[in-house]
Every structure is written in C-alpha cells, then in structure tokens.
C-alpha cells in the first residue's frame, strides 16, 4: 500500500510550470517540460519524474550549465529529415519541437527522421516515441549522457545509460512502449536509492578495481570522478552473462547520438571542464517516425501487434507466477492506480518543494503540510 502523500496532478503541474517560469523558462516550455516530468510519474517511472526536477533542472539553470531559453536552430533539412542544435537549451523542448516537425514529415512522406545536438536531457525517452503511437506512428528514439557505463572487460565509465526506446502502436488500451537503458541500472534510479538513503544492489556497478559497489551515494560521486562504472545489459566486467550486448546498443545509441548532428560523445559529455569547474553538457539525441500506412496500413499493424502482445501474454506462466506483460502495460496500469490520486512524493522531494516555493515565495499550499 502506498504510504507516501500524494499531490493532485492539476497542483503538481501549476507549481513545476510557476517554478520554471521564475527560473526564466518561457511559460510554453514550462508547460512541455512539465507534462514530460509528470508523464515519467504517470508511468511510475520515478527515477525521470519530480524527484529530478530540482536537482536535474532548477539546479542546472542556477548552475548555468542548462539555458532556460531554448533556441532550437535548424541545420540541415530535407523532406523527410532534420538536423538541429538546442544551444545548450531546454532537451524537453528541443525534443518536443523536433517530433512535431518529424510527425507532420511522416504522415506525409511515410517515414523521417531527425538528430539534435548541444541539447541537454531530454526526460523520459518514452515521452518522445510515444508522441509517435499517439498519432498511430512508430517511434524510436536514442540519447547520449554523462558518461557512466563499462565497456565489456572495462571499468572505465564511457558511455552513457543511452536508452534505445520504441513505441509501437497497437488496437489496445496503450501501445507497446520499451524504454529502458542500455545498462543494468540507470544514474537515476542510484540518485533515487541515494536520496532514499538506499543500497544499490549489487553487480550494478563496478569500481575500477574491479570489485563491486553498493553504498548509492559513494558510486554517485565515484561515477563523477571516474572510478566507478555502470555494468551494461547483462553485466560485466566479463562476458560470461553476455553483457557484451548491452555494451553494443549503448554503443549504438552513442554513435547515432553523436554522429548523425555532427556532436560530441563519450568523455565531452561529462558536465565537467579539464580544471574541474561545471560546463555544458552538449547532448546528442536522435528521433525516427514510421507511418504503418506507407506498409500494410495502421489498423493492420495496429490489429497485428495487439495479437502479438495478447498472445505473449497468454503464454505459459512460469511456476509462482500469475501474469506475463508486454512493454508499456506495466506503465498505463500504474496510470490507473495513480490518475485519480495525483502524484506520491517522498519525503526529499516535499523538503524541495517547499524550499523552491518559499524561496520563489509563490502562493502554494501542498497536502503534505496538513
């Protein structure tokens, strides 16, 4: 049962929306990066939702390594492709405005594609992708990060958590939706154990001399200063559990990230200038939209992959086990406990909405403090 307070959605979104505002974020994109921070929450994908909207965004724009202004600049388009730079803006925006663009392209065109560069984080790569499936298209995206995950007999952090995300839409409820990242763990889930004062489990996170790493805020600040590493997908430092293919789709990712904008990768994204003082971190993303219609037509797709899902569903259950779900049907399910409560916060992130909104000295009252 859940025992944490929970504030309504309509709240939640007026309040991230006034903050962002008073850090110079323009009121439209306040609302986009506010419904993509809510929308990680929806899914009960807490690690992406308000629990990083402080420290991953307020604190960067008061830092100065994210600009709350975005000046989305496009380089290069063609019919069915785009290439832009964010200037270090607003992800969410960057990312918003790009799949617009990609949508209006593939209805049109069957399919496109686009690749952003100097962005920031762009939230919750599902967001994007499912932007897509809303308009009864494919959507794949991918991003770079802070560098974080080991090569296969590595322990050096080198690539990012670099999520490979489809949303694929379907003749029910919700679409097929996988978004996850390309190690065993991502940054933010450590960040969401360490300010719940918890362990991460272990054979999540290698330190460079091998050995293993469990205490969330040590890996937090040996992740920063390279000497410690996410293992990837299947683990590592070894082959043994074949971790060497979440290795090479975060490697995927990376170059995709990074080679189709023209931007930078790996080491440059750290967040981090050669003296040690904070600098921009100049994220890459890329986005691709298919039009089932340019192939065998939507609602064939759409019938097609909800037989798919219903069928794997249906399958064989393992001994102790009662159910088996397809990508996205854990997230919309979490939406039906959550739509008609709001959002449960923690007891960090009530200490930071409280701190935000007396500093700001905006005109809220949470249910939380009753």
Same mark, same amino acid.
């Given at each position: 049962m859940e025992a944490r307070p929970y504030v309504s959605w309509d709240l939640m979104e007026s309040f991230l929306v006034d903050v962002f505002c008073a850090y110079g974020v323009p009121h439209d994109d306040a609302a986009i990066c506010a419904d993509v921070l809510l929308e990680s929450d929806r899914r009960g994908i807490e690690?992406?939702?308000?629990?990083?909207?402080?420290?991953i965004y307020i604190d960067r724009i008061v830092k100065g390594t994210l600009l709350p202004v975005t000046d989305l600049e496009i380089v290069k388009e063609t019919p069915t492709t785009i290439v832009a730079d964010a200037h270090d803006g607003?992800?969410? =925006?960057?990312?918003?405005?790009?799949?617009?663009?990609?949508?209006?392209?593939?209805?049109?065109?069957?399919?496109?594609?686009?690749?952003?560069?100097?962005?920031?984080?762009?939230g919750i790569a599902g967001y994007w992708v499912t932007m897509a499936s809303k308009a009864g298209l494919i959507g794949l995206t991918g991003t770079n990060a802070?560098?974080?995950?080991?090569?296969?007999?590595? =322990?050096?952090?080198?690539?990012?958590?670099?999520?490979l995300t489809f949303a694929l839409p379907t003749d029910e409820d919700f679409p097929f939706c996988i978004d996850c990242s390309?190690?065993?763990?991502?940054?933010?889930?450590?960040?969401?154990?360490?300010?719940?004062?918890?362990?991460?489990?272990?054979?999540?996170?290698?330190?460079?001399?091998?050995?293993e790493l469990t205490d969330s805020e040590l890996i937090l600040k040996r992740l920063v200063d390279g000497t410690a590493a996410l293992t990837p997908l299947g683990g590592g430092p070894g082959d043994e559990m074949c971790g060497y293919k979440g290795y090479g789709y975060a490697a995927v990712v990376e170059i995709l990230s990074a080679a189709l904008a023209g931007g930078e990768f790996m080491k440059a994204l750290s967040g981090v200038a050669s003296d040690g003082s904070a600098q921009m971190y100049h994220l890459g993303h890329f986005f691709f939209v298919i039009d089932p219609d340019a192939f065998c037509g939507r609602d064939t797709f759409e019938r097609i992959a909800g037989d798919i899902c219903r069928a794997l569903r249906a399958s064989k259950k393992a001994p102790g086990y009662d159910r088996?779900?397809?990508?996205?049907? +854990?997230?919309?399910?979490?939406?039906?406990?959550? +739509?008609? +409560?709001?959002?449960?916060?923690?007891?960090? =992130?009530?200490?930071?909405?409280?701190?935000?909104?007396?500093?700001l000295g905006l005109d809220y009252r949470f249910p939380f403090e009753d």
């Amino acid at each position: 049962m859940e025992a944490r307070p929970y504030v309504s959605w309509d709240l939640m979104e007026s309040f991230l929306v006034d903050v962002f505002c008073a850090y110079g974020v323009p009121h439209d994109d306040a609302a986009i990066c506010a419904d993509v921070l809510l929308e990680s929450d929806r899914r009960g994908i807490e690690s992406h939702g308000c629990n990083r909207f402080k420290p991953i965004y307020i604190d960067r724009i008061v830092k100065g390594t994210l600009l709350p202004v975005t000046d989305l600049e496009i380089v290069k388009e063609t019919p069915t492709t785009i290439v832009a730079d964010a200037h270090d803006g607003m992800g969410m =925006v960057a990312s918003y405005r790009m799949m617009e663009r990609l949508i209006e392209k593939a209805k049109r065109y069957g399919m496109a594609g686009g690749a952003v560069r100097n962005s920031t984080h762009y939230g919750i790569a599902g967001y994007w992708v499912t932007m897509a499936s809303k308009a009864g298209l494919i959507g794949l995206t991918g991003t770079n990060a802070r560098p974080s995950i080991a090569p296969t007999f590595g =322990v050096e952090n080198m690539l990012g958590t670099n999520p490979l995300t489809f949303a694929l839409p379907t003749d029910e409820d919700f679409p097929f939706c996988i978004d996850c990242s390309t190690s065993i763990v991502q940054r933010g889930r450590i960040e969401y154990y360490a300010r719940e004062g918890m362990p991460t489990p272990a054979g999540m996170v290698v330190a460079d001399d091998g050995s293993e790493l469990t205490d969330s805020e040590l890996i937090l600040k040996r992740l920063v200063d390279g000497t410690a590493a996410l293992t990837p997908l299947g683990g590592g430092p070894g082959d043994e559990m074949c971790g060497y293919k979440g290795y090479g789709y975060a490697a995927v990712v990376e170059i995709l990230s990074a080679a189709l904008a023209g931007g930078e990768f790996m080491k440059a994204l750290s967040g981090v200038a050669s003296d040690g003082s904070a600098q921009m971190y100049h994220l890459g993303h890329f986005f691709f939209v298919i039009d089932p219609d340019a192939f065998c037509g939507r609602d064939t797709f759409e019938r097609i992959a909800g037989d798919i899902c219903r069928a794997l569903r249906a399958s064989k259950k393992a001994p102790g086990y009662d159910r088996i779900y397809t990508a996205g049907e +854990k997230e919309w399910l979490a939406w039906q406990e959550r +739509k008609d +409560k709001g959002v449960p916060v923690t007891a960090a =992130v009530q200490k930071e909405m409280i701190e935000l909104r007396d500093r700001l000295g905006l005109d809220y009252r949470f249910p939380f403090e009753d």
